[in-house]
């Protein structure tokens, strides 16, 4: 059965960190492409970054290039965005995903190529 949970989401004050974790199961890690997606009430869920845990290369959102950083543990299966500089407009609910077969750069953009999603974790951001 796979399973996606986040956790590390919390109340943080403008211009504060969070890290967020999202540990994984129920299949093969090192073989996929892992993201962050964010969404806030009303709209539509939102890139923020990935990492193929095959090849280490990373992507990100222009918006949090600089500030955010993914990573990846493929012994403890597990992937981190350490999100620093955080806004008042950064306050969403962060989704973990995982896609298999990434077939162009484009698809990582598209919430509905990835295959797995988890919970979501809430970050919200105090000014």
């Known amino acids: 059965q796979v399973q996606l949970v986040e956790s590390g989401g919390g109340l943080v004050q403008a211009g504060g960190s969070l890290r967020l974790s999202c540990a994984a199961s129920g299949f093969t890690f090192s073989s996929y492409t892992m993201g962050w997606f964010r969404q806030a009430p009303g709209k539509e869920r939102e890139f923020v970054a990935a990492i193929s845990c095959t090849a280490g290369n990373t992507y990100y959102a222009d918006s949090v290039k600089g500030r955010f950083t993914i990573s990846s543990d493929n012994a403890k299966k597990t992937v981190f965005l350490q999100m620093n500089r955080l806004t008042t407009e950064e306050a969403d609910v962060y989704y973990c995903?995982?896609?298999?077969?990434?077939?162009?750069?484009?698809?990582?953009?598209?919430?509905?190529?990835?295959?797995?999603w988890g919970q979501g974790t809430k970050v919200t951001v105090s000014s």
């Open positions: 995903t995982a896609m298999k077969n990434l077939r162009g750069l484009p698809c990582l953009y598209r919430p509905d190529t990835y295959d797995y």
